[in-house]
């Protein structure tokens, strides 16, 4: 079951499907889009992040944006997949309205895993069969409902995300501390590497990023922009012709050297 929205004018597009690996292309475009990977089967199935196996059991969700690279070769059960662009809902222009950037996508942390619980599967499941409904109703405000539904999604999703993986000892304002971060290092790992940067940017103090990091994750921040960029080199080596020596000037190594050690040291 394949559904697609597409707003040729904008470039906006919309795909939901119950099997991913089958449908992927027969989408117009799955380029630049941003995923929900849902497993509603009953048995676990893994999918491949990065060339790294991940193991989604039933009724969990995870989340990938165009950066990363997916690969279904292993699974034998269906994915259901919802995958939208910039042009469709851009979920920067409306962090206000979500805040899911740095939590759901674009963060610098491990993939966020969300599992539904038992008393909200319903409520999800609903969301899954409105879906396809208003799919399967065009009209001129049908872009306009898919839109909510989509919205409605990212904020259910984003509540669990905060619920499951954030430490519940911090407040709103240290999340959005952490959340801001995570945004901040995928934008600008190629030119930012100190943690003064990132601490200036959230009009904090370098000693304060770190001790909101202790108290939340065992990794500094520090470590964390490190990560990021020893992940982005393993990306562009494992996934494209760059030689070694153009990557690390797409990184911000004036030096290759110093590239190919940085990398060798985090692999």
């Not at 600008?188 to 770190?210: C, I, M, Q």
């Not at 760059?242 to 940085?262: C, M, R, V, W, Y």
Request: proline share 3%; hydrophobic share 40%; with cysteine.
């Amino acid at each position: 079951m394949r559904y697609e929205y597409k707003d040729s004018k904008l470039g906006a597009i919309l795909g939901f499907s119950d099997d991913i690996k089958n449908d992927e292309e027969r989408f117009s475009t799955t380029s630049k889009t941003i995923k929900f990977l849902w497993n509603r089967n009953d048995c676990p199935l893994t999918v491949q992040i990065d060339g790294m196996d991940l193991e989604l059991l039933p009724n969990q969700i995870i989340t990938v944006t165009y950066l990363q690279h997916v690969s279904y070769s292993k699974m034998q059960l269906p994915l259901t997949a919802i995958l939208f662009n910039r042009e469709f809902y851009c979920i920067f222009d409306h962090d206000s309205e979500v805040s899911c950037n740095g939590i759901l996508f674009f963060g610098t942390q491990d993939i966020p895993i969300i599992t539904i619980p038992k008393e909200q599967l319903n409520k999800f499941n609903l969301l899954h069969d409105i879906f396809i409904e208003e799919f399967s109703t065009p009209d001129n405000i049908q872009g306009d409902m898919l839109q909510m539904l989509l919205k409605r999604m990212i904020i259910m999703s984003t509540r669990l995300a905060k619920e499951q993986l954030m430490v519940k000892a911090l407040g709103n304002d240290q999340v959005e501390t952490i959340r801001k971060f995570n945004v901040l290092v995928d934008l600008n790992f190629k030119t930012k590497r100190k943690v003064g940067d990132y601490a200036e940017l959230l009009h904090k103090s370098p000693k304060a990023l770190s001790n909101l990091f202790a108290i939340y994750n065992q990794k500094s921040p520090q470590q964390i922009i490190l990560e990021r960029i020893a992940l982005e080199a393993k990306r562009l080596i494992n996934f494209t012709d760059k030689q070694n020596q153009e990557i690390a000037f797409e990184l911000g190594f004036t030096d290759p050297a110093h590239f190919s050690l940085a990398v060798f040291l985090r692999r």
